[in-house]
Structure formats: structure tokens, C-alpha cells
């Protein structure tokens, strides 16, 4: 939505970063490491913003180590993201991206639906969810309030203006009509085909009502200038 304005870039080094993600989580490397990565990676990038989902598990060292950086937190319904999600890991072959998939939901231990598709890049339900869960908690969390602006994924092509007065800028250089470029297309899996939408319901509710509660309040902030560099 912004390169065509301003040195952006969608997921980049993203095998070192997720391999330094999995390191810090299994103990392997320190804050240090990450830190420095952080930095190697500003320096070697030279972006003013960039779109990268895995820089969550940084939040915190992306906020402390760029104090003047600003933060968008993208999100959509637990249930329509879940259906995404586990189309995208349907559809995507890549090592880095199965090992950072297996770093997040793994680790929760749920048993799988027998219903989903066999795939061992697949997880359970509620792993997903869990996983929806502490991202949006992490986040908001991580980063000060007026440093944040939480965005609904589905409302992109409409937020021109807000997207605009975070940065401070005009709003004629956000293209918004590129707010779904890395749309997949056609869905091969439909989890209404699959589970009862009480069901669905019951799992949102289990593992997401506290998160959901939290952005109702979240991403409210002053007016940011463009100058200082957003992730």
C-alpha cells in the first residue's frame, strides 16, 4: 500500500529472522542476539516501513530498540483468519515457513480435529486460535498505545485517511486498492464444510474472548510523522 511512495518491503530476510525467532524461543541464542539482528537488519534494509508478520515474536525489542518507530497491527475475526490461515499453510512449501509453524502452533500441544486434512503442516483448532490469541495480546502489550494503530483487515480499503493521519501524511500516497495483493484466491479447505458453526463458536469464545476485549480498546494513537521509520 505505501511502496510505491516509500521504501517498503512485504516479509524480507525472512528466513535469518525466522531462524533467529526459533533460536530465541528454545533458549539457544539471548536478547542480544536478537537485538543486534534487529539493528543488522535496519541497517542492511534502510526501509521506512515494512510488513512482516513474524516480527511479532520481537514486539517488545522492536519497540525498545527503535523508540521512534511506529507499530500497525493487522487483524480479522478469529474464524475468517483461522480459514485463511490454514489454507495458507495448505498452500505453502517453503522450510522457513513450516519450521515457523510448527514453532507457534507446536508448542500448544491441542490435539488435532479428525476432520482436517491429514497434512502434517496442519494443526488443531485451537492451537490456531490460541496462537490469534497471544499475538494480539503480545502486541498490544509490547508496544506503547500511542505508538499503535490496530487496522481490521477487512476495513483496509477504507482506511486511507486513518492509515494517513498516524503517519502524517496524505493520504493520496497510500494505494489502498493493494491493501489484498497476497490474496490466495480460491479456498481448497471451508471449515463450515467441516465443523458446526456452534462449535467454531465455542472455541473462539474459549481461547480469543480476552483478546478480542482488548482491541476493543486498543490502537487509538496521536499523530505520528512518517519520518520516524514504522514495522
Known amino acids: 500500500m505505501l511502496a510505491r ?6 516479509e524480507p530476510m525472512a528466513k535469518l529472522t525466522i531462524d533467529h525467532i526459533i533460536r530465541f524461543g528454545r533458549g539457544e541464542i539471548g536478547t ?3 537485538r543486534s539482528l534487529l539493528k543488522a537488519r535496519d541497517r542492511r534494509l534502510r ?3 515494512e510488513s512482516a508478520h513474524y516480527l511479532h515474536h520481537m514486539t517488545e525489542h522492536l519497540a525498545d530498540v527503535f523508540p521512534r518507530a511506529s507499530f ?5 475475526d478469529p474464524r475468517s483468519w483461522l480459514e485463511s490461515e490454514i ?3 495448505l498452500a505453502t512449501r517453503r522450510p522457513h515457513w513450516a519450521a515457523i509453524a510448527e514453532f507457534r502452533y507446536g508448542r500448544y500441544g491441542f490435539p488435532k480435529e479428525t476432520q482436517l486434512p491429514s497434512s502434517e503442516r496442519i494443526y488443531s ?3 490456531y486460535l490460541q496462537y490469534w490469541a497471544d499475538h494480539v495480546k503480545r502486541v498490544i502489550s509490547s508496544v506503547p498505545q500511542d505508538r499503535l494503530l490496530v487496522l481490521d483487515v477487512g476495513a483496509i480499503k477504507f482506511s486511507a485517511q486513518v492509515i494517513a493521519d498516524f503517519f502524517g501524511i496524505d493520504s493520496a500516497r497510500i494505494a489502498v486498492d493493494q491493501g489484498h495483493a497476497a490474496s490466495l ?9 467441516m465443523f458446526e458453526s456452534r462449535y467454531l463458536d465455542g472455541l473462539i469464545e474459549k481461547h480469543c474472548a480476552d483478546s478480542l476485549r482488548l482491541l476493543a480498546g486498543a490502537g487509538r494513537p496521536r499523530r505520528r510523522l512518517l519520518s520516524q521509520p514504522a514495522v
Open 125 to 127: 483448532l485451537s492451537a
Open 32 to 34: 542480544r542476539s536478537v
Open 87 to 89: 489454507n495458507q499453510e
Open 5 to 10: 511512495e516509500f521504501a517498503s518491503r512485504h
Open 185 to 193: 484466491g480460491t479456498k481448497t479447505m471451508r471449515l463450515l464444510d
Open 47 to 49: 526501509l521506512e516501513l
Open 72 to 76: 500497525i497491527l493487522t487483524v480479522r
